[in-house]
């Protein structure tokens, strides 16, 4: 699992790639401040891919985060990777 980590407060498209065991598969959940992201991508798939998910700006005045966590057979934790978005 990685993707860019932080985000500017304008916001903007952002991908994570996932490196999954052939015909394995995934499921991506958010936690945290969701309502700063939109999703542009399925949060299930199969095998190695790219999920991609807008952040959108940052008009709060204080930095705001969100976790992904990707959960598939065999892997124990689960990995997951936080994003930072600025004020």
């Known amino acids: 699992l990685s993707g860019s980590n932080p985000a500017s407060s304008a916001g903007g ?10 015909g ?3 499921t991506i959940s958010l936690s945290g401040d969701t309502s700063m992201i939109e999703l542009l991508d399925p949060v299930r798939g199969v095998s ?13 005045g204080r930095q705001r985060s969100v976790t992904f966590t990707v959960t598939h057979v065999g892997a124990s934790p689960a990995p997951s990777i936080a994003l930072r978005q600025s004020s």
């Not at 498209?13 to 052939?22: C, D, G, K, P």
């Not at 190695?48 to 709060?60: D, K, M, S, Y």
Request: glycine letters at 4%; one cysteine or more.
């Open 13 to 22: 498209e952002q991908r994570l790639t996932i490196n999954a065991v052939s």
């Open 48 to 60: 190695n891919g790219v999920f991609r998910f807008r952040v959108l700006p940052n008009r709060t």
């Open 24 to 26: 394995c598969a995934y």
